[in-house]
């Protein structure tokens, strides 16, 4: 079987909620929902994060929980240790 790699892109760069009802927003949510992708065979995430009013950000803090969250949430491929870099 040759190998593939699933990407999964859960936000889009400038969707809102009035496009798609589902469009994860806050950090939870996107980790969440980040989870439940790998739990179907996504390899990777394409991360965009929000503002609480769905506006795209850059903010590094907003960034940082987002990936705090994926880094330790359980992850389907590994539940015996928590991903988090040790340098975090």
């Given at each position: 079987?040759?190998?593939?790699?699933?990407?999964?892109?859960?936000?889009?760069?400038?969707?809102?909620?009035e496009?798609?009802?589902?469009?994860?927003?806050?950090?939870?949510e996107?980790?969440?929902?980040?989870?439940?992708c790998?739990?179907?065979?996504?390899?990777?995430?394409?991360?965009?994060v929000?503002?609480?009013d769905?506006?795209?950000?850059?903010?590094?803090?907003v960034y940082?929980?987002?990936?705090?969250?994926?880094?330790t949430?359980?992850?389907?491929?590994?539940?015996?240790?928590?991903?988090?870099?040790?340098?975090a």
């Amino acid at each position: 079987m040759e190998k593939l790699i699933i990407t999964a892109a859960l936000t889009g760069a400038e969707v809102t909620r009035e496009h798609n009802p589902n469009l994860p927003i806050s950090p939870e949510e996107i980790a969440a929902e980040a989870y439940r992708c790998c739990q179907a065979g996504a390899s990777l995430i394409h991360l965009h994060v929000r503002n609480e009013d769905e506006t795209p950000t850059q903010a590094g803090e907003v960034y940082k929980r987002t990936i705090c969250l994926l880094y330790t949430s359980p992850s389907p491929r590994d539940r015996t240790r928590s991903r988090m870099p040790s340098s975090a």
